[in-house]
């Protein structure tokens, strides 16, 4: 049992969205320095949040030249994670 429940309406991406990376699989990407998470949108439509991910990591995630491969050496599996139902 969850102590909180996500609404994924607060972590929704609409196309005026300035979050959008250049990426072969990765479509956007947010990072809230006030709660730690990093969310995550794949071109094939899943998306992600990272719990508990801190700033110095969302900032070089940001601002890595590969978002894919820093995601995975970085972030999957260092860092919990929810998918988040958008539908």
Known sequence: MSL???NPSLYSFDDGDRDSVESSNI???KYCSYTYTLIVKFTGG???LYSSVP???GKKFAAAESKGKYLAKYIVGAYPYTKLDTQ
Do not use: A, L, R
């Open 4 to 6: 909180f429940t996500i």
């Open 27 to 29: 479509d956007k990407i």
């Open 46 to 48: 899943g998306v992600y």
């Open 55 to 57: 700033h110095s990591i």
